[in-house]
């Protein structure tokens, strides 16, 4: 495709769950990977932007998964930028297996942010780049995802402490690590059945280095909800998966 940019990754042993297949957070940092190095082609990354006091933001993501890749195994990933409005930029992602056949498509979406004041930052502030608009994946983000029903019976509750680990090259807690302390919250007898088929995650607000989070989950149907939130309360994070039987 046109504007595009195209790798492969071998799905690592620390990339692989119990079961040998790709986790969601190893997933998740996959297309982070792309996505950054597509950004450097456009003239768009880190390293352009950190002189303007600018960065990017996941806002929001959503992955259908047709076949997780298992340990061992050469992921075909493509990425490309399908639009952008006034605040947000949306970036597409298509990944198949060795012989062509497909594993997963995502479809995000991307704030531009002041890092000095920690504000959303107007996209007219970066150049335009090419896109390709016509190729939007058809993955829904699903807005109405929901979250963890409070007097749910099976409701539980982890905290975590950040860890400098846990921080990225913007100061604040990478995407993925919330990814990891929502899959903190599902049963092991839940998911040792199942395999993801779908996740959806949406990043309200940042969380700082040297913070306690609390992560509220919830098993309801074939669906595992949990929200990531600070010691006030504030919300920071959903995560949704909807699973299918392995």
């Known amino acids: 495709m046109e504007n595009s940019h195209k790798t492969s990754y071998k799905v690592r042993i620390a990339d692989a ?16 990977e792309i996505a950054t190095e597509h950004a450097e082609i456009l003239g768009v990354a880190y390293n352009d932007l950190k002189p303007k006091n600018l960065g990017w933001a996941l806002s929001k993501i959503a992955v259908e998964i047709e076949r997780t890749p298992r340990w061992g195994e050469r992921v075909r990933l493509e990425t490309w930028a399908s639009d952008r409005d006034r605040i947000a930029t949306y970036r597409e ?9 497909p594993l997963f498509t995502a479809r995000s979406q991307w704030l531009l942010f002041d890092v000095l004041a920690r504000r959303i930052a107007k996209l007219d502030r970066l ?4 896109r390709n608009p016509a190729h939007a994946n058809a993955v829904s983000f699903d807005e109405k995802f929901g979250k963890p029903d409070e007097s749910a019976p099976n409701l539980s509750v982890r905290k975590f402490e950040t860890l400098n680990d846990n921080i990225d ?4 807690v990478n995407n993925t690590v919330f990814a990891v302390w929502a899959s903190e919250t599902v049963p092991d007898s839940f998911a040792e059945l199942r395999k993801p088929a779908k996740i959806f995650a949406s990043f309200m607000e940042e969380v700082q280095p040297k ?15 949990a929200s990531i939130r600070s010691e006030t ?7 949704r998966i909807d699973w299918q039987m392995a």
Do not use: C, I
């Open 17 to 32: 769950d119990r079961f040998g297949r790709l986790k969601a957070p190893a997933l998740l940092q996959m297309l982070q």
């Open 93 to 101: 992602f298509a990944a198949t297996d060795a012989d062509g056949k």
């Open 127 to 130: 150049p335009d780049w090419p």
């Open 169 to 172: 090259l913007n100061g604040h």
């Open 211 to 225: 913070s306690t989070v609390s992560v509220v989950g919830e098993v309801r149907g074939e669906s595992t909800y």
């Open 233 to 239: 309360g504030r919300e920071h994070a959903r995560v």
